[in-house]
């Protein structure tokens, strides 16, 4: 089982700052890592898949990197619609697949 | 474009069970794969299990062993989880999802709204 951490587990920021979320996977996982956006009351929204690839209307102020059991998502400049709790997930060994604790990212 | 409308709320008495559905619009549904994931309140995602409808031999987290059945009916579109032995620790949010087709990627695009399911004595 591929157990997935995510730091920190909240993430204070000031609009307009840079936000760097880490996301650490237990086993090597290629690139086969989704981030989610979700707001409260709300479904998660794909952000970023293979790592890296912007999912349909994402902005461009959000970035993916990383590979092998490292991952990061920046967002560059926050902005009032950003604050949310960010989840990564892994999908390498589908049909098994699982989720990081999660980050909030708060306004400071 | 795939759209999942779930079931409605349900509250459920401690060792009952409970059957989700998600019915899909848009797209092939024997070529989409469905997954279960849940959310405990104030917690993070935990995925629960999955189904192609075009295989039909669904998989789940190990967890769930001997409580969770994950099914699909092709006639309706519609995906189905089933919790048996139900507990307190079953309340939360229960969301299907789904890949969009035709990539490799086995990331989430497509969300249900999610069913709240309350176990309560």
């Known amino acids: 089982e591929i157990v997935m951490t995510q730091s920190p587990a909240t993430l204070s920021v000031s609009p307009g700052e840079r936000a760097t979320l880490s996301c650490r996977a237990s086993?090597?996982?290629?690139?086969?890592l989704a981030w989610y956006q979700q707001k409260p009351g709300q479904a998660p929204r794909l952000l970023i898949y293979?790592?890296?690839r912007r999912a349909t209307d994402t902005p461009g102020r959000f970035s993916g990197s990383g590979s092998g059991t490292e991952f990061t998502l920046t967002i560059s400049s926050l902005q009032s619609e950003d604050f949310a709790v960010y989840y990564c997930?892994?999908?390498?060994?589908?049909?098994?697949?699982?989720f990081g604790g999660g980050t909030k990212v708060e306004i400071k | 474009q795939v759209h999942l409308v779930q079931s409605g709320a349900e509250v459920k008495k401690p060792g009952s069970s409970v059957k989700v559905s998600c019915k899909a619009s848009?797209?092939?549904?024997?070529?989409?794969?469905f997954s279960w994931v849940r959310q405990a309140p104030g917690q993070g995602l935990e995925w629960m299990g999955g189904?192609?409808?075009?295989?039909?031999?669904?998989n789940h987290a190990q967890r769930f062993q001997g409580r969770i059945t994950i099914s699909a009916d092709e006639s309706t579109s519609t995906a189905y989880m089933e919790l048996t032995n139900l507990t307190s620790d079953d309340t939360a949010v229960y969301y299907c999802?789904?890949?969009?087709?035709?990539?490799?990627?086995?990331?989430?695009?497509?969300w249900g709204q999610g069913t709240l399911v309350t176990v309560s004595s």
């Open positions: 293979g790592t890296s």
């Open positions: 189904i192609i409808p075009m295989f039909g031999t669904p």
């Open positions: 999802a789904s890949p969009a087709t035709g990539t490799t990627h086995r990331k989430f695009d497509y």
């Open positions: 997930h892994q999908y390498n060994n589908w049909p098994s697949t699982a």
């Open positions: 086993q090597h996982i290629g690139n086969n």
């Open positions: 848009g797209g092939t549904f024997t070529m989409h794969e």
